[in-house]
Structures are given as C-alpha cells and as structure tokens.
C-alpha cells in the first residue's frame, strides 16, 4: 500500500484547509485510515481516524468541533478536512493505513505516507 498526501500549504489562523490521503491497492476500503501530525521538536501525535467503512471517526481533543475525517472509498482517498486554524495546528500532516477495518487506540499502522506540510500563520 503506498499513500500520497496532498493539500498542505501556508493559511491564516480562522482559516480553513483540506489534506487528502490516495492511497493504491484493492483493499482501501477494507483499512482503517488515520491522520497524524509531527510539530517541530515534538513528537507525531493522532489526529483523527476512520473506519474502513466510513461509518465511525475518532478524534483528538485538539481537533474536536475543527477537524473533520472522511473517505471516499471509490476514490481510494482520506481527507482531513481542518477549520478555524490555529498556529499550533503548524506541522507535517501524514496518513496511514491499518491491516483491518476496525479502530481501537492499541492498533498498529502498517504503512505510512511522506506528509504534507501544513503552516498556519498568526
């Protein structure tokens, strides 16, 4: 399975800004996807995830009420749809992709993309 971000870019604080995730293979729809983010100096930390289905999403709290995590399974894409931006919102955004269908907060990514950067200036 490979991912490809794409999306990232330079907005305002209160600004808004969608990030896909494409992803190739026959089993999309069969992983749970996930989006993550790595600030400078800090460690990657979860964003949101989503069911292989679609039908459930998970959240951080710091993306709860902003943030919004969908999927088009025809397409073999994720988006990150992010609103009303803050400057701590700044960092590498990266998918990545679970064996099954199903999210817990113990399962393992089993691939990852390169990240897109996404810079929120104040």
């Known amino acids: 399975v490979q991912l490809v971000e794409s999306g990232g870019g330079l907005v305002q604080a209160g600004g808004s800004l969608r990030v896909s995730c494409a992803a190739s293979?026959?089993?999309?729809?069969?992983?749970?996807m996930a989006w993550f983010r790595q600030a400078p100096g800090k460690e990657r930390e979860f964003v949101a995830a989503?069911?292989?289905?679609?039908?459930?999403?998970f959240y951080a709290e710091s993306g709860k009420g902003r943030f919004t995590i969908s999927r088009d399974n025809g397409k073999n894409t994720v988006y990150l749809q992010m609103n009303s931006l803050k400057s701590e919102d700044t960092a590498v955004y990266y998918c990545?992709?679970?064996?099954?269908?199903?999210?817990?907060?113990?399962?393992?990514?089993?691939?990852w993309g390169q990240g897109t950067q996404v810079t929120v200036s104040s």
């Open positions: 990545a992709a679970a064996r099954g269908s199903g999210y817990s907060p113990a399962i393992t990514w089993d691939y």
């Open positions: 293979g026959r089993t999309f729809s069969s992983r749970a």
């Open positions: 989503i069911t292989g289905s679609g039908i459930s999403t």
